[in-house]
């Protein structure tokens, strides 16, 4: 999902420098005038990205604080974190402004002192947000950790996808892996998806071919015993690549003498909703700008 940017349009010029700054460090971006066409309803939009956005970057500055339009995109903000109890809101301050009074107990981003620190600090805290390779999906009952790697020895390309499934109540966990392995033609275009930068993409891509063919036949095993298990199959992808499937699972923790149901293609579609939102494909990604301080 996208991070959502607050600010006064009179201080469009930061906000201009700050958002490609943010491009180019691979972080997928909400603008207002990318987004908006003639003719859009202007409150609509704002909301649907608000709600839907991954974090909210308040701009403070003299001319933000007194905005009526930017203290009813902060209260939506804080709305937002006090119903979901996480971090939204992360404010940024870029002049000697008066700090609304519910955002003076948070660590701020200071671009008065030193502009390319925090720059710094706030790309290091969107990361959990922005990065396509690692997340967690959460429920109700359990959440679901994940990472992605890829690794190429003297064989193929190897596409993993590790997850650990940890349930409030459960005395143990599932630890699974996907290794999705290219075939030649496969690895072939991976390398070139790796010098043109475009590997994120690339891997996305491989992962919804996998997720296709599970949604043709679901992926539900049982788990009863400490050992290891596994399933396999073959994946034919676009452009005629072909992928060979290597999926594995086991519990570790309390043995509480039942047998598990594992749901394991619901892993994938986690995973790949996560790289969807995160935008690899973001279209102004492309854009690169000077340094925060320029």
């Known amino acids: 999902m996208p991070i959502f940017i607050s600010y006064s349009q009179k201080d469009t010029k930061f906000v201009d420098t700050l958002v ?17 066409s003639l003719g859009d309803s202007l409150t609509k939009k704002i909301e649907s990205a608000l ?4 974090a909210m970057l308040v701009i403070l500055s003299k001319d933000s604080v007194d905005s009526e339009w930017c203290k009813r995109e902060l209260t939506a903000g804080l709305v937002r974190e006090l119903e979901e109890r996480k971090t939204v809101v992360m404010p940024c301050v870029i002049d000697d402004c008066k ?8 660590l701020y981003a200071d671009f008065r002192k030193d502009p390319d620190e ?4 706030v790309d290091r805290s969107l990361a959990r947000v922005s990065n ?16 992605i790697d890829w690794t190429k020895d003297a064989g193929p390309w190897v596409f993993r996808l590790t997850f650990i499934d940890h349930g409030h109540d459960w005395p ?4 699974s892996q996907c290794s999705i392995i290219c075939d030649d033609a496969a690895s072939a275009a991976f390398d070139l998806a790796v010098k043109k930068e475009r590997f994120g993409d690339f891997i996305r891509d491989s992962l919804a071919s996998v997720v296709e063919s599970c949604r043709k036949k679901p992926l539900t095993e049982v788990i009863d ?4 298990k596994f399933v396999a199959w073959k994946v034919k992808g676009n452009l005629n690549f072909s992928y060979t499937i290597m999926y594995t699972y086991r519990r570790l923790g309390i043995d509480n003498g039942m047998s598990t149901l594992v749901h394991l293609d ?8 996560h790289m969807i939102d995160v935008g690899l494909d973001g279209g102004p990604a492309q854009t690169n700008g000077p340094p925060i301080n320029e």
Do not use: C
């Open 118 to 121: 925090a720059f710094r600090l």
């Open 266 to 273: 619901n892993n994938l579609e986690t995973a790949l909703q």
């Open 132 to 147: 396509p390779f690692q997340g967690r999906g959460e429920s109700p009952k359990f959440h679901t950790d994940w990472a």
């Open 20 to 36: 490609r700054n943010l491009v180019a460090a691979k972080h997928h971006v909400w603008m207002d005038r990318w987004e908006l």
């Open 172 to 175: 143990y966990v599932i630890h």
């Open 225 to 228: 015993n400490h050992f290891e």
């Open 99 to 106: 700090v609304p009074l519910f955002l003076r107990d948070k």
């Open 51 to 54: 709600t839907e956005s991954s």
